[in-house]
């Protein structure tokens, strides 16, 4: 297998909240809401770089999607990473998550691997890292 992801999809409890947090509150581009002409199939895609996408979708749809059963979201099973060129990026974007309606799980600080971090929680739970990496910086 080629391990290559297209896309990320995040089930949420209310989608126009999601957008607006997203969208408005982080400024990732979006259409907005597609699909909502169809049962279960309303859902916020937004580009990343790369050709990566974030795809937003009711967790009742997912979960009506994949044949199971809508369960409590653990927001320690998986987090997002976001890397940065500079130190003050970690800062600037964890006061601009916070400012959108995030909470602000760990403020930016020196990380023991020698980088610095810092991790917020969207308004649906799911845990974000945004981090300068030395050894990790982001293509252009």
């Known amino acids: 297998m080629h391990a290559h992801l297209t896309m990320i999809t995040l089930a949420v409890e209310d ?7 997203y969208r408005d509150g982080l ?6 809401i597609v699909g909502s002409e169809f049962e279960h199939g309303a859902v916020a895609f937004f580009e990343l770089a790369g050709g990566l996408a974030l795809a937003l979708w009711p967790r009742a749809s997912l979960a009506h999607e994949t044949g199971s059963v809508a369960g409590t ?6 987090a997002l ?13 964890l006061a601009q998550a916070q400012a959108a309606g ?7 600080a020196p990380a023991f691997w020698g980088g610095y971090t810092g991790w917020f929680r969207d308004p ?14 982001p293509q252009a």
């Not at 990473?81 to 974007?93: G, K, M, Q, R, S």
């Not at 649906?124 to 910086?137: T, V």
Request: hydrophobic share 40%; charged share 25%.
């Open 81 to 93: 990473a976001h890397n940065v060129t500079t130190i003050e990026e970690v800062d600037a974007l």
């Open 15 to 21: 989608l126009e909240r999601a957008v607006r947090f």
């Open 73 to 78: 979201p653990g927001t320690t099973d998986f």
């Open 27 to 32: 400024g990732l581009p979006t259409d907005g």
């Open 124 to 137: 649906d739970g799911h845990l974000w890292e945004i981090a300068w990496n030395p050894s990790r910086l």
């Open 102 to 108: 995030a909470q602000i799980v760990r403020p930016g």
